[in-house]
Every structure is written in structure tokens, then in C-alpha cells.
């Protein structure tokens, strides 16, 4: 078994999907002197098998439905390019999403049931993102899945195990995270849109043309940059808040790379430097909400 093969099936690039937004809630959670280290450390190995599962399930129902054809531009693939069978992945893609639901009882013993449905939805939709009767991600629902469950879900989710409360603040950091994680796959989509197009795949980049999805990546990428002047003229935080505002011409950048570039190959580059971006505005912002 070639390790290397399991490696970039688990897309390790795009894991800041699944870390920074556990980062971002137990920083809030710490500010607010409330944070609790076990359920940290399980809500984040929760969140990152779930995505793991999530991208092993993703191969192997891209290859039934023949969304990964010779031709495609992205990253290889390892059910269709033969490097791991495809009931292996399949096995292995549930087995992962079983060991994530094992792990999170420890946080529904801790929190009770809203963790409880929480992590089912999530688990639930993680398979159906890309198989089932009706795939999310056919259906032009990849993006909302990633904003809510990238996002919204595990900012606040992670903030409620560590407080057992809601929190106002927490659900405005989820839209900076959910913002930026959905780019990641605005990105990923746009390299794929002739593929996806002809296995049926109907993304939003398939369904209203490629000038929205560049609009869609502007909107994404600068909506996080709102967050920071939110909290501030709310007095909830001091000028550190405005930390990831450093971020802004690296942003610009690649938001102008998006709508410049030609080349469908060039966006696997565009998708792991929006990864990177992501994780640079995580570790700024939640050190702005660390120190404010």
C-alpha cells in the first residue's frame, strides 16, 4: 500500500477547511475564559476525519458517476486513476466517518444532543455530498454545505462544546470561515467546470457560467475582511482585531489571478494559494480575537 497515494486522496491541502474553523471558535471560547482543551482537541480531530471521509467518499462516487474522466485538469484522483480500488476507498471513506462518529460521543457525553445532531448532519451530509439519490454537490448545494458545515457549524459548534452557550460572535466569525472555506472550493470547481459539465455534475460554476463563479470568489474572499470592523465598532475588541486587514493585498491578488487566468491547470495553484490564504487569515484573526 502506497502511503503517498492515501495521502493525497485525503487532500491534505485543503484541511484548513476543517482546522481553522475550530481554531477561530476555541479562541472565542478562550477569550471569553471559557475554553475547555479535551473537547477542543476532539472537536478538531472530529472536524478534520470528517472532511478526510468526506474527500475519500467524494473520490470514490466522482468515479461512479464518471465526473474524474481521463481528461480532468485537477489533481489525480486515486479510484480512477487505478491507484486504489474503488470498494477500498469506499470502505475506508465509511470507516473514517465511522471513527469521527465514535470520537464525537465524547463530546455529546460533554455537550448533549445539539452536538449529537450536529455531527449526524454532518456526517449525513458529507456522504450525500457526492453520493445518494440526490448529491449535494450535483445539485448545485456544494457550496451552501461547505459555508454551513465548514462554517457556520463548526465555529459555533466548536464554541459550544467549550461553553455549552450560544454566541452572537461566534456566529460572525462563522461567516469570515465559512466565506474563505467555500472558496477553496469555488476554486476547485472553476478548474473542473468542463468535466463537471459533462458527467452531469451541476455546480453553480455549471449552472450560471463561469463570469458568476469569478464574482462569487470576489464576494467570498473580500466578505471576511467585514468581520474585524464589525467587532470593533461594536467595542468588543481593541485595534488587534484588525489583524488579518494586513491580508488585504494578498486577497486583491489572487482575486485578480482568478479573473485573469486562462489556463484550467493554473487553478490548481489558485485553489492550494487560497488554502494558504485561508489559513494565514485563521491564525490573524483568531490572534486578533486572542489579543483584543
Known amino acids: 500500500m502506497n502511503v503517498l497515494v492515501w ?27 471559557q475554553l475547555y482543551w ?3 482537541v476532539v ?30 485538469v485537477g489533481f ?8 486504489i480500488s474503488p470498494g477500498t476507498m469506499l470502505t475506508t471513506a465509511l470507516s473514517t466517518f465511522f471513527a469521527a462518529f465514535l470520537l464525537g460521543l465524547y ?18 451530509a458529507g ?36 461553553t455549552l452557550q450560544w454566541s452572537e460572535q461566534a456566529l460572525w466569525a462563522s461567516v469570515a470561515v465559512g ?6 472550493l469555488v476554486a476547485n ?17 455549471v449552472i450560471f457560467g463561469e463570469r458568476f463563479a469569478r464574482w462569487q470568489f470576489t464576494i467570498l474572499a473580500l466578505l471576511p475582511f467585514t468581520i474585524p470592523p464589525h467587532f470593533f465598532f461594536r467595542e468588543e475588541y481593541g485595534f488587534l482585531i484588525f489583524l488579518p486587514m494586513i491580508l488585504l493585498p494578498w486577497a486583491i491578488y489572487i482575486i485578480r489571478w482568478f479573473h485573469v487566468e486562462n489556463r484550467k491547470e493554473a487553478f490548481n495553484d489558485i485553489l492550494v494559494q487560497t488554502a494558504q490564504f485561508m489559513t494565514a487569515f485563521g491564525i490573524l484573526f483568531s490572534a486578533g480575537i486572542a489579543l483584543g
Open 43 to 72: 472537536a478538531l480531530s472530529c472536524a478534520v476525519l470528517i472532511q478526510i471521509a468526506t474527500n475519500f467518499a467524494n473520490d470514490y462516487f466522482d468515479y461512479r458517476s464518471g465526473a474524474d474522466a481521463d481528461d480532468r
Open 76 to 83: 489525480t484522483r486515486a479510484s480512477s486513476s487505478g491507484a
Open 38 to 40: 479535551p473537547a477542543t
Open 107 to 124: 463530546l455529546v457525553l460533554h455537550a448533549g444532543l445539539p452536538i449529537l445532531v450536529t455531527g449526524i448532519l454532518a456526517i449525513a
Open 189 to 205: 470547481n472553476y478548474r473542473d467546470v468542463h468535466s463537471d459539465r459533462r458527467a452531469g455534475k451541476n455546480t453553480l460554476v
Open 127 to 162: 456522504i450525500m455530498y457526492t453520493g445518494g439519490p440526490f448529491p449535494l454537490a450535483y445539485n448545485g448545494l456544494g457550496d451552501l454545505f461547505v459555508f454551513l458545515f465548514f462554517g457556520f457549524a463548526a465555529v459555533t459548534g466548536t464554541y459550544y462544546v467549550n
Open 7 to 33: 495521502v493525497e486522496a485525503a487532500r491534505l491541502r485543503t484541511l484548513p477547511a476543517s482546522l481553522i474553523p475550530v481554531m477561530v471558535g476555541g479562541t472565542l471560547a478562550w477569550q471569553h475564559e
Open 179 to 184: 466565506s474563505l472555506s467555500t472558496m477553496i
